[in-house]
Nanobody, 123 residues
Framework: QVQLVESGGGLVQAGGSLRLSCAASGRGFSTYTMGWFRQAPGKERDFVAR????????YYADPVKGRFTISRDNAKNTVYLQMNGLKPEDAAVYYCAASRILLAGVLPEYDYWGQGTQVTVSS
């Protein structure tokens, strides 16, 4: 089992940057595909990005391509989401999640979830 704790959220002006971190505890972090999702008020939780266990396979949702970068450090049991060029529509609670599926994408494929970190973008 894996426990996940996100950090790094906050208030930023449009065009600014934030770096989210997700620290994992428990066994087997390096074997999990890790994903980031986000949920704005009144909306569904949407996929943002995912990275394979080895870090070699990465996929982004279209709205964040070219602006966000997902990475992981298996030695530190941590996955990151670097967010540049933030827009008001990026404001949401951001969640990290872990999956045993090699190239997990959709929400039901993820087994473990963090509590989320709030990202607010002012225009």
């Amino acid at each position: 089992q894996v426990q996940l704790v996100e950090s790094g959220g906050g208030l930023v002006q449009a065009g600014g940057s934030l770096r989210l971190s997700c620290a994992a505890s428990g066994r087997g972090f390096s074997t999990y595909t890790m994903g980031w999702f986000r949920q704005a008020p009144g909306k569904e939780r949407d996929f943002v990005a995912r990275i394979s266990a080895s870090g070699t396979n990465i996929y982004y949702a279209d709205p964040v391509k070219g602006r966000f970068t997902i990475s992981r450090d298996n030695a530190k049991n941590t996955v990151y989401l670097q967010m540049n060029g933030l827009k008001p529509e990026d404001a949401a609670v951001y969640y990290c999640a872990a999956s045993r599926i090699l190239l997990a994408g959709v929400l039901p494929e993820y087994d473990y979830w963090g509590q989320g970190t709030q990202v607010t973008v002012s225009s």
